[in-house]
């Protein structure tokens, strides 16, 4: 059973810098891929990317591209989503999300809040 424990949410001004953490603890030989996803309220929730576990290859939705990062530390088995130069229509709750033994999601993260606001 894989579990995801996220952190790295709050309250910034447009412009700033954000670093939010995902870190699986399980069967982690069994992911294929993680991915961030998020909610601003109101409205449905929006893929934000996602990294293929084996190969690190990164893919993003055109709404953060450019702006945001996804990574893994491989040392710390944890994946990363730097958001940069971020906008009020960032906010938004961001749930990590994994495949285990496949490619749909289904395990995901409790979910942090980032709030974007001057």
């Known amino acids: 059973q894989v579990q995801l424990v996220e952190s790295g949410g709050g309250l910034v001004q447009p412009g700033d810098s954000l670093r939010l953490s995902c870190a699986p603890s399980?069967?982690?030989?069994?992911?294929?891929?993680m991915a961030w996803f998020r909610q601003a309220p109101g409205k449905e929730r929006e893929y934000v990317g996602r990294?293929?576990?084996?190969?690190?290859?990164?893919y993003y939705a055109d709404s953060v591209k450019g702006r945001f990062t996804i990574s893994r530390d491989n040392a710390k088995n944890t994946v990363y989503l730097q958001m940069n130069r971020l906008k009020p229509e960032d906010t938004a709750i961001y749930y990590c999300?994994?495949?285990?033994?496949?490619?749909?999601?289904?395990?995901w993260g409790q979910g942090t809040q980032v709030t974007v606001s001057s």
């Open positions: 399980g069967l982690t030989d069994k992911l294929y891929t």
């Open positions: 999300a994994a495949g285990v033994g496949g490619w749909d999601y289904n395990v």
């Open positions: 990294i293929t576990w084996s190969s690190a290859n990164t």
